[in-house]
């Protein structure tokens, strides 16, 4: 199975999130490559391959990361070529309108059976906006994933010290992140 981790927008967490997903599916027991198709090589430089046990390149699970991009030829075939799309987006307002391009996009090229969906990540406690946000973004069409990633510097600390830099809460949101994506 093809994941692809794809957004118009910069910074919004596709590398981590590829990055953490894999290291979640590693951590179930399965056999996780990543494809880092990202010329900054995000992934691919935070992948500590004894630590990690995962490979790069195809497996049975593959994560692809992409550029912040969604008219590059690189992102347009990663799109057509996934059986997962992940969109991530912050829950502010601007991004989330930001968010409907890339969408819509999206959409358009994926393949028949794919799915995709927006995941909101670097949600922060008791913002009223991240609880209103699903709601907003289903109203306008938009697939949204039930599982929020909160903002935690767990999570900027696990591209040094890999998935022990998570603590149980956090690598259980990241879990249930894996099993919606597989779903
Ligand atoms: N849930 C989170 N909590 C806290 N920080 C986060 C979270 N997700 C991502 N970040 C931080 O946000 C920044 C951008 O994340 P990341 O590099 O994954 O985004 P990206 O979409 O891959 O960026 P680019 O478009 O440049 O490739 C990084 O500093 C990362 O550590
Ligand atoms: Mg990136």
């Known amino acids: 199975m093809k994941i692809a981790f794809v957004s118009g927008k910069g910074g919004v967490g596709k590398?981590?999130?590829c990055f953490l997903t894999a290291l979640s599916l590693r951590d179930a027991g399965k056999e996780v490559s990543v494809d880092d198709r990202d010329p900054q090589k995000s992934v691919s430089s935070w992948i500590d391959l004894e630590r990690d046990g995962i490979s790069d390149g195809e497996g049975e699970f593959t994560l692809i990361d992409t550029r912040p991009s969604i008219d590059h030829k690189s992102v347009i075939q990663a799109i057509s070529?996934?059986?997962?799309?992940?969109?991530?987006?912050?829950p502010s307002p601007g991004d989330?309108?930001?968010a409907r391009a890339t969408v819509e996009v999206v959409l358009g090229l994926m393949k028949e059976g794919a799915k995709a969906a927006l995941v909101l990540n670097m949600v922060?406690?008791?913002t009223n906006f991240a609880e209103d946000a699903p709601d907003l973004l289903k109203a306008m069409g938009?697939?949204?994933m039930n599982t929020q990633i909160p903002d935690r510097q767990s999570i900027q600390r696990a591209v040094l010290l890999g998935w022990r830099a998570l603590d149980s809460k956090t690598q259980g949101i990241i879990f249930k992140l894996a099993l919606e994506i597989l779903s």
């Open 124 to 126: 922060k406690g008791g």
């Open 96 to 98: 989330i309108t930001a």
């Open 142 to 144: 938009v697939p949204v």
């Open 15 to 17: 590398s981590s999130l």
């Open 81 to 90: 070529e996934a059986d997962r799309i992940v969109m991530p987006c912050t």
